[in-house]
């Protein structure tokens, strides 16, 4: 009794907060640009992120989150992208799809500051009249609604070769089916705001710290701290949630232009045993990606074979048959 109690009361909170609420991934250091427009195109030139969310393994009408991601660079100074989200949970569904357009100002090859605006819909279902009721005809489930409603983004991200920051408001619109808090509200907006940094502490490794933190009025402030580690094409990520949940993940990149990554959290809290754990998948497709363990120095050279090798003397050296390419990231 007490268990199925905890069940109602946890499901009920994630249904009426939903409709004000931000998607959150656990690495989200891979997929900064579905919270931030202005990122758009900052981990390649063209890339294409795939993430899949499991949330509460084992609890029925647990959330259920997808989310896909393609940004191009157009030029040195613009980029542009598209955006798709899916998420479930219990007996509510929502979809939200735009396009992202991000503008440039260049201090050097590798140093910018852009600003973006994303402009798209968000479909919001609640099948209320579906649900199973102890007292028949419930007026609080008798009506299910279908509801579509313009939406939009706005970020600012700063971008280093060694690091990154982001703010951004992922919702301009709040999109509930009725009262004060459905529509243009600002005091109902959330800021997300984002870190990270890439530490070279080898010819093939870098250490990567990351920081995501979401921020609304009347509401605690929401954080994620992720430590990730890389070497050669494997990295391993160990964080923490402020919901009181541990993450750990691992990523594999595959011939430098496809990453595959996997995360878990686990509560540690004393709802877990009623929450079951989360399990993200994310797939990654990135031409070239820039931040990997073959992309730090601004200058490389390219042999026969294909591989990347490092010469700080930038010198052409015709008995290797070496040429020189200049990074563009």
């Known amino acids: 009794m007490k268990k199925g109690l905890l ?9 009426f907060t939903k409709a004000q609420n931000v998607y959150r991934y656990s690495q989200f250091n891979f997929l900064k640009s579905m919270y931030n427009p202005g990122a758009l195109a900052s981990d390649a030139r063209l ?38 989200c899916s998420d479930k949970v219990g007996l509510n569904q929502s979809t939200s799809i735009s396009a992202m357009y991000s503008y440039r100002v260049v201090f050097a090859e590798r140093q910018y500051l852009s600003l973006g605006l994303g402009l798209g819909a968000d479909n919001v279902i609640s099948d209320l009249a579906s649900a199973s009721t102890t007292m028949p005809n419930d007026p609080a489930f008798a009506q299910s609604y279908n509801l579509w409603k313009l939406n939009a983004s706005l970020g600012a991200y700063y971008r280093t070769s060694k690091g990154y920051v982001g703010l ?21 907006w959330h800021y997300m705001l984002i870190g990270g940094y890439y530490l070279e502490i080898g010819e093939n490794a870098y250490f990567n710290p990351n920081i995501q933190i979401k921020y609304t009025k009347n509401a605690p402030i929401q954080g994620d701290f992720l430590l990730r580690g890389v070497i050669g094409s494997v990295g391993v990520s160990l964080g923490y949630r402020t919901e009181n949940a541990l993450i750990a993940g691992a990523d594999f990149m595959i011939a430098g232009k496809l990453r595959v990554g996997y995360s878990f959290n686990y509560g540690i809290g004393s709802l877990t045993r009623v929450k079951g754990a989360s399990h993200e998948i994310h797939l990654g497709f990135g031409l070239p990606y820039y ?4 992309s730090f120095s601004g200058q490389k050279f390219i042999g026969r074979n294909g591989k990347f090798r490092r010469n700080y003397q930038l010198r052409y050296n015709r008995s290797n048959n070496l040429y020189r390419v200049k990074s563009r990231n």
């Open 7 to 15: 069940i109602s009361l946890v499901l009920l909170l994630t249904i």
């Open 47 to 84: 890339s294409a992120d795939l993430v899949y969310r499991n949330q509460w393994v084992g609890l029925a009408g647990a959330p259920t989150t997808i989310g896909l991601n393609v940004a191009s660079e157009l030029t040195s100074n613009m980029a542009v992208g598209l955006n798709f």
């Open 168 to 188: 951004s408001i992922p919702q301009l619109f709040q999109q509930s089916p009725s009262g004060t808090e459905s529509g243009f509200n600002i005091p109902r």
């Open 291 to 294: 931040f990997s363990s073959d």
